[in-house]
């Protein structure tokens, strides 16, 4: 029988409504199937990555870069309660290289900086939980007190430093040797940018040393390899990029506050940023 003949009888036999209704639902379906493919995209090229600063004690005054350990404690919960698994920075370069898989529900944990809170609040509750994370450390700051005479602002030592590393648990990753000032001045740009009119050429050069020098600091006291680059206040520009091509890291992070796209690469990826005054659960989508 032809298909032309098939399609009459059928109209003959099924009402014209009833054929509405088997295509509207049709339509549906294909809707739906598209809906729930590209969902499943999203969950496959977008990876949150927490970014954390301080984790104070409980009587800490909290902003949006200061939360207290008890909340620490609660983000780490709330992750292993809803079935996210830690992963560190390597296990996302060789799902993207070489095609090794993910965990179903990934995420990456991150601090800034290198203060000795995270040192003493932050690795024990991740430690306890086995659950990874990456601290960027400023390689000029660690072991100083009270920096600027502000005790908030207080670094751990590169012993703890090595100790976290070698418990598994903490990868130790540059955030700048001595470039993490908010303020250009006559010796460094805002964070790692070029100061007013210096040379491409130059500041190409003056990041490099700086960059070099955080790389051999980490290499020798922690004997962790750099491969990733936390910029300071999340700017930067192509020369920064070029440095840390040349000098073959793998994944560049900013510090805007969204999910991560990898499915153009893994340079300039945003970081979640965890205020105290949002619960975990109203800034992960997924």
């Excluded at 900086?113 to 690795?123: S, V």
């Amino acid at each position: 029988m032809t298909e032309k003949k098939t399609i009459y009888k059928l109209f003959n036999i099924i009402p014209i409504s009833v054929l509405l209704m088997m295509l509207v639902a049709g339509k549906s379906a294909t809707k739906n199937i598209s809906l729930k493919t590209t969902s499943l995209i999203d969950k496959e090229r977008l990876i949150p990555i927490l970014m954390y600063h301080h984790v104070g004690a409980e009587n800490i005054e909290t902003n949006k870069i200061t939360i207290t350990n008890k909340r620490f404690e609660e983000d780490i919960r709330y992750l292993k309660d809803n079935g996210y698994t830690a992963i560190s920075f390597k296990e996302l370069v060789d799902y993207v290289n070489n095609g090794t898989s993910l965990p179903e529900k990934p995420i990456i944990i991150t601090f800034d900086d290198g203060l000795d809170d995270n040192y003493k609040y932050a690795y024990p509750i991740l430690k306890k939980n086995h659950m990874k994370a990456t601290i960027f450390a400023i390689g000029s700051r660690i072991g100083i007190k009270n920096y600027n005479n502000d005790p908030r602002y207080s670094y751990f030592t590169w012993e703890e430093a090595k100790e976290m590393y070698e418990s598994g648990v903490i990868e130790i990753q540059p955030h700048s040797y001595d470039l993490h000032y908010y303020k250009e001045n006559s010796h460094h740009g805002e964070g790692v940018l070029p100061m007013a009119l210096e040379d491409e050429n130059f500041h190409y050069d003056r990041f490099l040393k700086d960059t070099e020098e955080v790389i051999k600091l980490i290499k020798t006291k922690v004997g962790c390899d750099s491969y990733v680059y936390a910029y300071p206040y999340g700017k930067y520009n192509s020369t920064n990029e070029k440095v840390l091509k040349d000098l073959n890291f793998k994944v560049t992070l900013t510090t805007k506050s969204e999910y991560a796209d990898i499915s153009n690469g893994l340079y300039g990826l945003k970081r979640i940023n965890v205020p105290n005054h949002k619960k975990l659960g109203e800034l992960l989508k997924y």
